[in-house]
């Protein structure tokens, strides 16, 4: 056992590694667990589902992340218990781990609001694992399509986004590039004009979290890139070959990407703590949780609040909530009083497509076109984990704006193979199944 105080952090995604990136200098051990061997860089994940990036460009291995931090050991492992008053955590191999210090920070799970059908034939878009089963469905449909041009009447080609928030804007813009741009080139006797991406949205704006200016040109931008609009529509049941809205519409598709809801990870029911909206952790303002000074939630799972304002499931909230428990274990330790969490607004953007975002800086200023997608790239290539993942997406990302061509077109596993071998009784789960998934609903 170490002589240090135990800080045990739960999920290695923004905030898991902001809060143990601020301990280096500590004197604690901490102990971090995900339910995966690698971060995950969620903003991009859209670009693994239509093949413009590698999975492994998104993904960093925890190990190689802090090779030369030496009070971090890392553990593979999904948690499936907390016991508060003993100050254990168990996990999903039954071992218990005792902690002096608890941070959750198992990041949010996708709702959908109790939908007939979404859970079964919705394609999520949380983790690695929904990416590239995406980009299989996605490329599947069009060899169906290749094989048999008659599917097409079935809805195989209709691609329908719910949510026209940043990552339904961002997905359904991508895939124009791909089906309008790219797909001609390599599939010579399909008729892949007949693809169609369709939004559907409940609310009446595309966007609607940023500026009006934006949102204008970002509708326009989609309706220009060929995508189709459905606003003021909300699903009303989801089928294998289907999406029924509720004002009675029915939309033959084969793929329907669920982008529309949020919920705190499972981890904060676990807990057994007051929740607010979406499962959000409730929290003091320092993020501890209430009455429990040894137990912090951060980034998507809590209800993170700055001056009194609850803030939005962002990158930005997650990393830098997590650093500021980071360093209030540290005042602790130093014997000292926590400050409340203070955010750093710098604005927030969304790409619309190849050559196309919207930027919206705190001083409500406001950009858009190709410099605001400049600025996007630069933005996002910063933050990505680790040399190799910058260097290879940049590399991705230039080889695509020169050629038009994109690199992750490969179909991992095709449905029929993965049954053949599941009915084997091999380890492995069919498309669509909770594997790699563990601890979240999608
Ligand atoms: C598709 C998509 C696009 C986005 N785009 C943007 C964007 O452009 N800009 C922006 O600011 N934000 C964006 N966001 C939001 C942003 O990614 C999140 O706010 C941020 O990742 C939250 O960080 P987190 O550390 O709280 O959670 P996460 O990054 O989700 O990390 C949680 C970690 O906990 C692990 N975990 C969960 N449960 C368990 C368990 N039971 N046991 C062990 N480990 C567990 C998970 O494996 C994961 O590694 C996007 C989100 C998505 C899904």
Same mark, same amino acid.
């Given at each position: 056992m170490s002589k240090y105080p135990h800080v045990v952090i739960v999920g290695a995604g923004f905030a898991g590694l902001g809060v143990a990136e601020q301990l280096a200098h500590v004197p604690v051990h901490v102990t971090l667990i995900d339910r995966h061997n690698y971060h995950t860089f969620q903003p991009l994940l859209y670009q693994v589902a239509t093949s413009l990036l590698n999975a492994e460009d998104v993904g960093a291995p925890v190990r190689s992340i802090f090779r030369s931090q030496e009070n971090v050991d890392f553990r593979l492992g999904t948690v499936t218990g907390i016991n508060v008053p003993g100050r254990k955590i168990q996990l999903n191999d039954g071992e218990e781990i005792s902690y002096d210090y608890l941070v959750l920070a198992g990041g949010a799970t996708v709702n959908?609001?109790?939908? &007939?059908g979404a859970a079964e034939h919705a394609f999520p878009l949380y983790t690695l694992m929904n990416a590239v089963r995406l980009r299989n469905q996605v490329m599947q449909r069009f060899e169906a399509a290749a094989g048999d041009p008659t599917v097409i009447n079935d809805g195989a080609l209709n691609f329908v986004v719910v949510g026209a928030g940043p990552t339904g804007v961002e997905t359904a813009g991508a895939l124009s590039d791909l089906f309008y741009n790219l797909l001609p080139n390599d599939y010579?006797?399909?008729?892949?004009?007949k693809a169609r991406i369709i939004i559907v949205e409940?609310?009446?704006?595309?966007?609607?979290?940023?500026?009006e200016n934006l949102r204008v040109y970002a509708r326009q931008e989609l309706e220009d890139r060929g995508v189709e609009l459905r606003l003021g529509e909300a699903v009303a049941e989801v089928g294998p070959t289907f999406v029924r809205l509720k004002s009675g519409e029915e939309i033959k598709t084969h793929t329907l990407i669920w982008a529309a809801g949020v919920q705190a990870n499972p981890l904060a029911h676990l807990l057994g703590m007051p929740q607010g909206r979406g499962g959000r952790v409730k929290l003091n &303002?320092?993020?501890?949780?209430p009455d429990h000074p040894e137990i912090f939630v951060v980034g998507d799972m809590g209800e993170v609040a700055s001056e009194g304002k609850t803030l939005p499931q962002l990158g930005s909230v997650a990393m830098q909530s997590g650093e500021h428990v980071g360093r209030q274990i540290a005042r602790r330790i130093a014997g000292e009083e926590t400050q409340a969490f203070e955010y750093w607004d710098k604005g927030f953007m969304a790409t619309i497509g190849r050559g196309s975002a919207v930027v919206e800086f705190p001083n409500q200023r406001t950009l858009h076109g190709p410099l605001a997608y400049f600025a996007w790239l630069g933005v996002h290539l910063a933050l990505l984990n680790g040399t190799r993942n910058r260097i290879e997406t940049l590399w991705n990302w230039g080889w695509s704006a020169l050629?038009?061509?994109?690199?992750a077109r490969i179909i991992i596993e095709r449905d029929d193979e993965t049954r053949s071998v599941t009915q084997s009784g091999a380890d492995v789960a069919p498309p669509g199944s909770k594997q790699g998934d563990l601890g979240a609903s999608s």
């Open positions: 959908y609001f109790g939908t &007939p010579h006797q399909l008729a892949t004009d409940m609310g009446k704006e595309v966007l609607a979290q940023f500026k &303002p320092d993020l501890s949780v050629t038009h061509d994109r690199a």
